[in-house]
């Protein structure tokens, strides 16, 4: 009888440190899960303040969350079963069928709070339209350099031999034109230039279906040219490559996406950096 009765704490400090360990798991999957939607915000988070924060509302909400799914299959498995009357014959006591045990309902529970927890983290596989008009953040004006961002070549002097856009990009381009008045514009350096670039958007489909607007592929002959074009829009969204001009640009557009290969340093809260349009914009590594 000692033995018996020594063991239960022990088995219940078992089913104690269980539920302790989903708690605790439970807790680090929602701030993973917080913090990485963090990452597709259109503007800067304190990564210390928001861990702190994120922490403190997991920590509440599963507490809360676990003692929803755990309260009833507890209460249950705390309620006194009857003693069966000793029989005279055989002392024994038989279980009656169907009779849920402490161990069953346990097991029920923990079987019950996993499901929800992997219902609760299922990845959301979000549409390129819904990634676009988040990432724009209610934008409704939107310039874009061509080279290096729309197009494959990187030199007004590569402009005039051949243009290529980019495949990629079609599509992005595309959907944020549902949402913007997009402007596109770049340095040339002759006029067969600009004949060049226009034929290469046109045959890339960019200006079928309501999508861009040929008059709204601006030129000009120095990068200064494309400065005053930005000034001169004022768009929401501005995207370039040249380190400068997104610098001199920081303090009059509301936000800008710096295009670049490697990771600059931020050169203010509302400049953004990432390889390419299509992924910031079209989420490729998050889809």
Same mark, same amino acid.
């Given at each position: 009888?000692?033995?018996?009765?020594?063991?239960?704490?022990?088995?219940?400090?078992?089913?104690?440190?269980?539920?302790?360990?989903?708690?605790?798991?439970?807790?680090?999957?929602?701030?993973?899960?917080?913090?990485?939607?963090?990452?597709?915000?259109?503007?800067?988070?304190?990564?210390?303040?928001?861990?702190?924060?994120?922490?403190?509302?997991?920590?509440?909400i599963t507490l809360l969350f676990a003692w929803k799914m755990l309260r009833a299959p507890q209460e249950q498995a705390r309620r006194p079963r009857r003693r069966?009357?000793?029989?005279?014959?055989?002392?024994?006591?038989?279980?009656?069928?169907?009779?849920?045990?402490?161990?069953?309902?346990?097991?029920?529970?923990?079987?019950?709070?996993?499901?929800?927890?992997?219902?609760?983290?299922?990845?959301?596989?979000?549409?390129? %339209?819904?990634? #676009?008009?988040?990432? !724009? =953040? @209610?934008?409704?004006? /939107?310039?874009?350099?061509? $080279?290096?961002?729309?197009?494959?070549?990187?030199?007004?002097?590569?402009?005039?031999?051949?243009?290529?856009?980019?495949?990629?990009?079609?599509?992005?381009?595309?959907?944020?034109?549902?949402?913007?008045?997009?402007?596109?514009?770049?340095?040339?350096?002759?006029?067969?230039? %600009?004949?060049? #670039?226009?034929?290469? !958007? =046109? @045959?890339?489909?960019? /200006?079928?279906?309501?999508? $861009?607007?040929?008059?709204?592929?601006?030129?000009?002959?120095?990068?200064?040219?494309?400065?005053?074009?930005?000034?001169?829009?004022?768009?929401?969204?501005?995207?370039?490559?040249?380190?400068?001009?997104?610098?001199q640009l920081a303090r009059f557009i509301k936000y800008q996406l710096h295009i670049s290969p490697q990771r600059p340093e931020r050169i203010a809260t509302n400049? /953004?950096?990432?390889?390419? $349009?299509?992924?910031?914009?079209?989420?490729?590594?998050?889809?």
């Amino acid at each position: 009888m000692a033995s018996a009765s020594a063991s239960a704490p022990v088995a219940g400090a078992g089913a104690g440190g269980g539920k302790d360990d989903e708690l605790a798991d439970l807790v680090r999957r929602l701030v993973d899960a917080l913090s990485r939607y963090a990452d597709r915000l259109p503007f800067d988070l304190d990564r210390q303040k928001l861990r702190s924060l994120t922490t403190l509302a997991a920590i509440s909400i599963t507490l809360l969350f676990a003692w929803k799914m755990l309260r009833a299959p507890q209460e249950q498995a705390r309620r006194p079963r009857r003693r069966a009357a000793p029989s005279s014959s055989n002392t024994s006591t038989r279980s009656r069928p169907g009779t849920l045990t402490t161990t069953d309902a346990c097991s029920s529970a923990d079987s019950r709070a996993h499901e929800a927890v992997n219902q609760l983290f299922q990845p959301v596989n979000l549409t390129l %339209e819904q990634l #676009v008009r988040h990432k !724009l =953040s @209610e934008g409704r004006r /939107f310039t874009c350099r061509l $080279l290096g961002v729309i197009l494959e070549e990187t030199s007004p002097e590569e402009l005039q031999n051949h243009v290529t856009v980019k495949p990629s990009v079609v599509e992005v381009l595309l959907e944020i034109a549902k949402f913007c008045d997009v402007y596109l514009m770049e340095r040339v350096l002759d006029d067969e230039s %600009e004949g060049k #670039v226009l034929s290469a !958007l =046109s @045959e890339a489909g960019l /200006f079928v279906g309501g999508g $861009l607007i040929k008059d709204k592929v601006l030129f000009c002959s120095t990068e200064n040219g494309r400065t005053s074009f930005v000034r001169q829009l004022e768009p929401d969204w501005h995207i370039d490559t040249s380190p400068e001009i997104v610098h001199q640009l920081a303090r009059f557009i509301k936000y800008q996406l710096h295009i670049s290969p490697q990771r600059p340093e931020r050169i203010a809260t509302n400049v /953004f950096s990432a390889p390419s $349009l299509e992924q910031y914009f079209g989420g490729l590594d998050q889809r």
